[in-house]
């Protein structure tokens, strides 16, 4: 999400002048808007030394089943309460529930944020 900065404008209706030009982090960046799909990655810079890698597309997901975690294969997004869009689209976000070798799952993880898709099996 971009941070839109103080109000151009004082309470008494005058202009602000800018103190200070933008500066590279605090500029945001459009959302990843992973797909159900043959796994593509990017990694991208944060600031200080880290790094983030991004999933564009995955068709792994890992899991939980109660006091095990296992590896099933993503077939497609069932709900996304994000976007409705979403669904038709196939994008995967934290909180959809996806449609898996193992049954319904709904997402934990951030996958446009870690790279991968950690998912709590749905009773």
């Known amino acids: 999400m971009q941070d839109q900065?103080?109000?151009t404008r004082k309470r008494t209706g005058g202009r602000l002048k800018n103190v200070r030009n933008r500066r590279k982090?605090?500029?945001g960046r459009s959302p990843t808007e992973t797909e159900v799909g043959e796994p593509r990655f990017r990694t991208i810079d944060v600031r200080g030394n880290g790094t983030k890698t991004r999933a564009l597309a995955t068709d792994v997901a890992s899991v939980n089943k109660g006091d095990e975690t296992v590896s099933?294969?993503?077939e497609?997004?069932?709900e996304n309460d994000a976007n409705p869009n979403y669904i038709r689209r196939?994008?995967?976000t934290k909180g959809a529930v996806i449609d898996?070798?193992?049954g319904q799952a709904?997402?934990?993880s951030r996958p446009g944020q870690t790279g991968q898709v950690n998912a709590v099996l749905i009773d």
């Open 76 to 78: 497609d997004v069932v």
């Open 106 to 108: 709904r997402v934990t």
């Open 25 to 27: 982090d605090e500029l």
């Open 72 to 74: 099933a294969e993503i």
């Open 100 to 102: 898996t070798s193992e």
């Open 90 to 92: 196939n994008i995967i």
């Open 5 to 7: 900065g103080r109000s």
